[in-house]
């Protein structure tokens, strides 16, 4: 019934986000269950799966990129949740949210970090 696809993303996303994931995806199968398939399918079946970066590195980059955009609290939440899960620690997460304030600005990395002292908080 599901495709390899599905099962591979299934799997690493468990092994990135844990429980966390699972609650992104089961808050979207009662409005949008092909998007939740998607998010399983391409993000963590054909990208996250890739061997050239680890998942750590991929935590980075993703932390990054969200802080960067200065407005997905909620989807950054998960991946400074994620980043723990994979090794990171917290002073790595601020030091990343740091260095957004120069390539994005400071309104961006003061959202990021809000965000981190959030999820730290629930740790």
């Known amino acids: 019934m599901y495709s390899e696809r599905f099962i591979k993303g299934q799997q690493m996303l468990q092994q990135v986000d844990g429980k966390g994931g699972d609650a992104v995806i089961d808050s ?25 970066l680890d998942l750590r590195s991929r935590e980075i980059a993703t932390v ?4 960067a955009m200065g407005n997905a609290a909620p989807q950054l939440k998960v991946h400074i949740e994620a980043a723990l899960h994979v090794g990171l620690t917290q002073a790595e997460i601020i030091e990343v949210m740091m260095q957004m304030a120069v390539y994005a600005g400071f309104p961006a990395a003061l959202n990021g970090l809000f965000a981190a002292k959030e999820v730290f908080a629930r740790q």
Do not use: K, N, Q
């Open 64 to 67: 990054a990129a969200l802080t």
């Open 28 to 52: 979207l199968r009662d409005i949008a269950p092909d998007f939740a398939r998607y998010l399983i399918e391409f993000p963590f079946g054909d990208i996250y799966s890739r061997s050239e």
